[in-house]
């Protein structure tokens, strides 16, 4: 399965991205699918997963301004992202996955190339 992350840019603080995430395969339906993002300098961290076993879970740091969803017929996930802020700052990720220990990025079977997300203050 390859998937394919799009939708970074610049923004200014308070404002909003969504990003998506399309598989190459009707399968990835199946996996848990999950993003992560790395700043300069830090480790990639979580921020978000949809799972057809556990429903949905974010990181702290965006619960109540990040949404994620999936649209099976179109092979896609979304990270809808507001009230963004310079912390936010980073390059996102997307990930599936078949295991239910979500916040572990090893457990990820298969990622995304990456997009830029800058928030300017």
């Known amino acids: 399965v390859q998937l394919q992350a799009s939708g970074g840019g610049l923004v200014q603080a308070g404002g909003s991205l969504r990003l998506s995430c399309i598989a190459s395969?009707?399968?990835?339906?199946?996996?848990?699918m999950g993003w992560f993002r790395q700043a300069p300098g830090k480790e990639r961290e979580f921020v978000a997963i949809?799972?057809?076993?556990?429903?949905?879970r974010y990181s702290t740091d965006v619960t109540g301004r990040f949404t994620i969803s999936r649209d099976d017929a179109k092979r896609t996930v979304y990270l809808q992202m507001n009230s963004l802020k310079p912390e936010d700052t980073a390059v996102y990720y997307c990930?599936?996955?078949?295991?239910?220990?979500?916040?572990?990025?090893?457990?990820?079977?298969?990622w995304g190339q990456g997009t830029q997300v800058t928030v300017s203050s």
């Open positions: 990930a599936a996955s078949d295991d239910r220990r979500y916040t572990d990025l090893k457990t990820y079977n298969y």
């Open positions: 395969e009707q399968t990835a339906n199946y996996y848990n």
């Open positions: 949809i799972s057809r076993n556990f429903g949905i």
